[in-house]
């Protein structure tokens, strides 16, 4: 059979769907993607549709389908087991010359769907002659390349995989999290953003892994070596974000965990937001909540924790300069992670125990998580800071306070 490959806009253009079950659910969140209207005819639906109903997003006719529902409609999905009445929808499409994608038997559709891998504003669609595994296979293979590495063939000036909104002569920055240390902990779209920056400028703690993964002709920036003082470096960190930009580079702001977790990222956001510099956002998986999780710690579990307050603990509790209420924290009965705290934590602990947090709550240490030095102390919140200080717990880390240690086992 020869196809004929086709990629529609359906954008604001009404798309029918008959059948309201677990093929119907998987169909519609690309639709909605595509900005079509989507329309649904099905006596029942299933939770996520009628999630999408409730949400506005999609119409729902909660009956059977007539005839008449292919009027107006661009394209009919037929996701329904019952062959006679995909028949009908099939017969109803064919009379009004509407191309018709039949879930149950693929020789009586006029339109197939393909498997697809996307990469920010690139496509691939994979069509077969009846085999899908293999579709899906060759599918999967053309996705891992993509993810490893540039796109080989991109249009003149622009970088593979910039940002589809971003314009190649202004220049454009990602804050892209690397997340809490293992390289596979990264996002996609942060892998994929990386493999196209041709400016990186990287923290401490982003994985080694990810920048051995760089092109060779992209400019490398070790934010960690820039010879300032902590609030001068943050400011060159900024002239080099905005000045790379300008120059209609595309840059890569490499940012360990998450970029709005105690990472200065809406610094950087407002600095390129005033140069007039277009940034996107990449969110990271933000180890105050995967460290505990890697040291087999929830940081929330049913009838132990209904809440988790992440605090910095770089400032000790009495300086002036600090903002954590540590009063507060003391009186609550959830969960107490705290970031950068290793230094100040017999402070820490002091002042909660101070303010009547008991000295035998569960403590815990999740060391340099999801990384190969990954080690994990436990204790209770009146001994954890000598216990710290006799196995050699070293920086980065993450402090657990609260029953949710013990939660587990």
């Given amino acids: 059979?020869?196809?004929?490959?086709?990629?529609?806009?359906?954008?604001?253009?009404?798309?029918?769907?008959?059948?309201?079950?677990?093929?119907?659910?998987?169909?519609?969140p690309a639709l909605l993607a595509a900005g079509a209207r989507v329309e649904v005819v099905a006596p029942e639906l299933t939770p996520a549709l009628r999630g999408h109903v409730d949400a506005g997003r999609v119409t729902w006719h909660a009956r059977r389908f007539v005839p008449a529902d292919v009027d107006g409609a661009w394209l009919i999905q037929?996701?329904?087991?019952?062959?006679?009445?995909?028949?009908?929808?099939?017969?109803?499409?064919?009379?009004?010359?509407?191309?018709?994608?039949?879930?149950?038997?693929r020789t009586a559709a006029t339109a197939w769907t393909p498997a697809v891998t996307r990469h920010g504003a690139v496509t691939v669609a994979v069509?077969?002659?009846?085999?899908?595994?293999?579709?899906?296979?060759?599918?999967?293979?053309?996705?891992?390349?993509?993810?490893?590495?540039?796109?080989?063939?991109v249009p003149a000036g622009r970088?593979?995989?910039?940002?589809?909104?971003?314009?190649?002569e202004g220049g454009h920055v990602a804050l892209v999290g690397s997340g809490p240390g293992d390289p596979e902990l990264i996002t996609v779209k942060g892998r994929r953003l990386l493999a196209a920056a041709d400016v990186v400028v990287a923290d401490r703690l982003v994985p080694g892994m990810l920048l051995g993964e760089l092109?060779?002709?992209?400019?490398?920036?070790?934010?960690?070596?820039?010879?300032?003082?902590?609030?001068?470096?943050?400011?060159?960190?900024?002239?080099?974000?905005?000045?790379?930009?300008?120059?209609?580079?595309?840059?890569?702001?490499?940012?360990?965990?998450?970029?709005?977790?105690?990472?200065?990222?809406?610094?950087?956001?407002?600095?390129?937001?005033?140069?007039?510099?277009?940034?996107?956002?990449?969110?990271g998986v933000t180890s105050s909540i995967a460290a505990p999780a890697l040291g087999g710690i929830p940081v929330t579990h049913r009838g132990v924790a209904h809440e988790f307050t992440v605090v910095s603990g770089h400032v000790a509790p009495e300086?002036?300069?600090?903002?954590?209420?540590?009063?507060?924290?003391?009186?609550?009965?959830?969960?107490?992670?705290?970031?950068?705290?290793?230094?100040?934590?017999?402070?820490?602990?002091?002042?909660?125990?101070?303010?009547?947090?008991?000295?035998?709550?569960?403590?815990?240490?999740?060391q340099e998580g999801s990384t190969d030095a990954q080690r994990v102390l436990r204790s209770t919140l009146g001994e954890v800071a000598d216990a710290v200080s006799e196995a050699g717990i070293r920086p980065p880390a993450v402090v657990v306070v609260g029953d949710v240690v013990t939660a587990l086992g």
């Avoid at 595994?133 to 993509?146: E, Q, S, W, Y």
């Avoid at 490398?220 to 400011?235: H, L, S």
Wanted: aromatic share 4%.
């Fill in 215 to 283: 092109r060779p002709e992209v400019e490398f920036v070790d934010a960690a070596k820039i010879p300032y003082g902590p609030a001068a470096a943050q400011e060159e960190i900024n002239r080099i974000l905005v000045e790379r930009a300008q120059a209609g580079k595309f840059v890569v702001r490499l940012k360990g965990g998450d970029p709005f977790v105690f990472g200065r990222g809406g610094e950087e956001v407002v600095a390129c937001a005033k140069a007039g510099v277009p940034v996107t956002v990449v969110p």
């Fill in 127 to 153: 069509t077969d002659d009846g085999d899908r595994r293999r579709a899906l296979a060759v599918r999967d293979v053309v996705a891992a390349a993509l993810e490893s590495g540039p796109l080989a063939a």
């Fill in 319 to 366: 300086d002036p300069s600090s903002l954590v209420d540590w009063a507060a924290l003391a009186r609550l009965r959830g969960t107490l992670v705290i970031l950068m705290g290793l230094k100040n934590l017999s402070r820490i602990a002091a002042r909660l125990l101070a303010e009547g947090r008991a000295a035998d709550t569960p403590a815990a240490v999740v």
């Fill in 1 to 28: 059979m020869n196809l004929y490959p086709l990629a529609l806009r359906l954008d604001d253009r009404r798309v029918l769907v008959v059948g309201g079950g677990a093929v119907a659910t998987r169909r519609v």
């Fill in 159 to 168: 970088s593979p995989g910039v940002p589809a909104h971003a314009s190649a």
């Fill in 78 to 105: 037929v996701a329904v087991d019952d062959p006679v009445a995909a028949a009908q929808v099939s017969e109803a499409a064919e009379a009004a010359r509407v191309f018709c994608v039949r879930a149950d038997d």
